[in-house]
């Protein structure tokens, strides 16, 4: 069992910078892959971005490639996703997950444990 808990979120301006964290409860973090998601209003689940367990490889969804930056620190049990540039487009909830195994996954049905999300709001 994996509990994971979002923070970091909130409002920021256009242009700014934000970098949420997830910490991870429970055993052996670095046996996980992990992910970060996004949600907004009427909109479906979308990946943003996925590291690996050693945190040497990451993935990144196409729309955030150059702005946001995935990172993992398995001594202290958190990932993290540093976004800078942020968009109105970037408003949304976000969650972290979980993977279990070696795969680091792009679809949200290969993660294990969700996050509750924190909300971040970019004005225009």
């Known amino acids: 069992q994996v509990q994971l808990v979002e923070s970091g979120g909130g409002l920021v301006q256009a242009g700014g910078s934000l970098r949420l964290s997830c910490a991870a409860s429970?055993?052996?973090?670095?046996?996980?892959?992990m992910g970060w998601f996004r949600q907004s209003p009427g909109k479906e689940r979308e990946f943003v971005a996925a590291i690996s367990r050693s945190g040497r490889t990451t993935y990144y969804a196409d729309s955030v490639k150059g702005r946001f930056t995935i990172s993992r620190d398995n001594a202290k049990n958190t990932v993290y996703l540093q976004m800078n540039s942020l968009k109105s487009e970037d408003t949304a909830v976000y969650y972290c997950?979980?993977?279990?195994?070696?795969?680091?996954?792009?679809?949200?049905?290969?993660?294990?444990?969700w996050g509750q999300g924190t909300q971040v709001t970019v004005s225009s």
């Open positions: 997950a979980s993977a279990f195994g070696i795969r680091v996954p792009q679809e949200g049905y290969e993660y294990d444990y």
């Open positions: 429970g055993r052996s973090f670095s046996s996980y892959s």
